[in-house]
């Protein structure tokens, strides 16, 4: 079965930097695009960055744009976020998804706070 794990969350001073792990099993990981979503309190679930199969191609929302960075490692079956310059607002709970046979698979997340 689909599993993934993230990991990397914390407390984080504005300013600061941090790298979110998902481990993945029980699919093709190098076959599929990856995601990171973010859920903050009161707010809809939002899409932060995806990553295709090869990692060839990578997207990212505009309000992370040039302080986030997704990355993969197909022979570890693991996608990174690596966080950088981190603002109040980044606060969220952090979920990788991928999507198989039209089905989406969420991990359980992981909390991000920034905060002085």
């Known amino acids: 079965q689909v599993q993934l794990v993230e990991s990397g969350g914390g407390l984080v001073q504005p300013g600061g930097s941090l790298r979110l792990s998902c481990a993945a099993s029980?699919?093709?990981?190098?076959?599929?695009?990856m995601s990171w979503y973010r859920q903050a309190p009161g707010k809809e679930r939002e899409l932060v960055a995806r990553?295709?199969?090869?990692?060839?191609?990578?997207s990212y929302a505009d309000s992370v744009k040039g302080r986030f960075t997704i990355s993969r490692d197909n022979a570890k079956n693991t996608v990174y976020l690596q966080m950088n310059s981190l603002k109040p607002e980044d606060t969220a709970v952090y979920y990788c998804?991928?999507?198989?046979?039209?089905?989406?698979?969420w991990g359980q997340g992981t909390q991000v706070t920034v905060s002085s």
């Open positions: 998804k991928v999507r198989s046979n039209r089905y989406d698979y």
């Open positions: 029980g699919f093709t990981f190098s076959s599929y695009t």
């Open positions: 990553i295709t199969s090869a990692g060839g191609s990578t």
